[in-house]
Nanobody, 121 residues
Framework: QVQLVESGGGLVQPGGSLRLSCAASGTYFKINVMGWYRQAPGKARELVATTTSGGGTNYADSVKGRFTISRDNAKNTVSLQMNSLRPEDTAVYYC???????????????WGQGTQVTVSS
């Protein structure tokens, strides 16, 4: 089992910056992909950015050039630096991890509890 705890959300003005962090804990063999998703009111949850254990990254087109995902494999943490924030970035942001409980198990998907990001003047 993997537990994910997010931190760093809050209220910021348009054009401002926030940094989200997520720490993984629990008993597992390996975490492959870690990432961030978001869900705005009345909308489906959508991918923001992901990173693999090898350092590969993937971003939603809407955040490319503004958001940067980073990962510390030794500490099992993933962060999201969000710059040039826009009102449309307002959402609950969820940390996500794809992990193996043991070498013989299939990969499973885990979610954090979410952290609110509000971009408003």
């Amino acid at each position: 089992q993997v537990q994910l705890v997010e931190s760093g959300g809050g209220l910021v003005q348009p054009g401002g910056s926030l940094r989200l962090s997520c720490a993984a804990s629990g008993t597992y063999f390996k975490i492959n992909v870690m990432g961030w998703y978001r869900q705005a009111p009345g909308k489906a949850r959508e991918l923001v950015a992901t990173t693999t254990s090898g350092g590969g990254t993937n971003y939603a087109d809407s955040v490319k050039g503004r958001f940067t995902i980073s990962r510390d494999n030794a500490k099992n943490t993933v962060s999201l630096q969000m710059n040039s924030l826009r009102p449309e970035d307002t959402a609950v942001y969820y940390c996500n991890a794809v992990a193996l409980a043991d070498p013989s198990s299939p990969y499973q998907l885990y979610w954090g509890q979410g952290t609110q990001v509000t971009v408003s003047s």
